[in-house]
């Protein structure tokens, strides 16, 4: 190689270094400890906009044995249409499909949501003036059938409407501002609350199918702002939530003579990774574990059983959420 090839050779290394070095000086900045250690604004006002997701739940039976006895997959798909800048009462919901499966059985759908509006009312009780949760209408779960024609039992026909219960508590209860201790009060990376929810008995009745005295106590529930996160591409803060150790009793009368009743614990936990820019809720993970009794009347006697139940909640696409 000739000395002016050499020279030509070294030159053009030493423009692309100069180029790379320009590039480099006009990147943004990745975070810094000031950013990580910074305040952050997470109750500001949810975006305006609509949004798709799909809930997945898995139910594991366990005997007292510690082996399996069955499962169950419930997949409910919602559309969330927000029009207020406040977050709070006003928005509608569209249900899209919703399935259900019991152990290996081929999988049915419920064809009444399939398509079904409502309007979430958010009170300071959490309650409209039926005493419903959210106002959620419970004569919607009264008489429900799947695809092949078949009534419902009352414990699955109130999985189907827990299954709403679970979505508003986790994306809207948990994610926006709550008086008396809400995500409002997570400002750093590190801050953990108890929820105003702590140690509240909210009611679980349904209609004739779970009677009025049927309640769920909550433990100390807490929040946690645990770091930042990243879901589909979007930067998030990561918040965890606890149930503290919590209980349930529930009232069933199966037959005009006879009551059914169930006792028991529960403890949920999970996460959940809210926009930083929109205030939207971009995925919720959760689990539990319930350990109930159920006390039958005559003969008198107790049947016992652990569950273990699993819930993801994810943001969709609108073709995705049309599609089976």
């Known amino acids: 190689m000739t000395e002016a090839e050499r020279f030509r050779g070294g030159l053009a290394v030493f423009i692309l270094q100069i180029g790379m070095l320009f590039q480099f000086a006009d990147a943004p900045a990745g975070p810094t400890r000031f950013d990580l250690l910074g305040t952050f604004n997470l109750a500001a006002p949810r975006a305006p906009g609509t949004r798709h997701y799909l809930q997945e739940t898995r139910l594991l039976h366990i005997g007292l044995d510690g082996k399996p006895t069955g499962t169950e997959t419930i997949r409910m798909k919602l559309e969330w249409m927000h029009t207020s800048s406040s977050g709070g009462g006003g928005d509608v919901f569209r249900c899209g499909k919703f399935t259900m499966r019991k152990n290996q059985d081929a999988e ?6 399939e398509g079904w509006r409502y309007e979430l009312r958010q009170t300071s009780s959490g309650l409209d003036d039926k005493g ?8 919607k779960f009264l008489d429900l059938k799947d695809s092949g024609g078949n009534g419902l039992q ?27 201790g809400g995500i409002q009060d997570l400002k750093k990376i590190g ?18 199918l779970i009677l009025p005295g049927s309640t769920f106590k909550n433990g ?15 930067p998030c803060a990561l918040i965890g939530f606890d149930s503290g150790e919590s209980s349930f009793r529930m009232l069933m009368r199966p037959m005009p003579d006879m009551e059914i009743q169930a006792v028991g614990r529960s403890h949920y936990a999970g996460d959940l990774a809210l926009e930083l820019e929109t205030r939207w809720v971009g995925q919720v993970i959760m689990s539990e574990t319930v350990i109930t009794q159920v006390n039958l009347p005559a003969p008198q006697s107790q049947i016992h059983e652990l569950i273990e139940r699993n819930t993801k909640i994810s943001t969709i696409t609108a073709d995705e959420f049309e599609r089976d």
């Open 220 to 234: 100390e529930v807490t929040l946690e702002f645990k770091g930042l996160t990243g879901i589909q591409g979007v």
């Open 132 to 139: 419903q949760v959210f106002g959620i209408d419970h004569a």
């Open 154 to 180: 009352p414990v699955t026909a109130y999985q189907v409407y827990n299954s709403f219960i679970d979505f508003h508590s986790f994306t809207g209860v948990f994610a926006m501002p709550a008086e008396g």
């Open 191 to 208: 801050d953990r609350i108890v929820h105003a929810a702590a140690f509240t008995e909210p009611p679980v009745n349904l209609g004739n």
């Open 108 to 113: 049915v759908s419920l064809p009444a949501l």
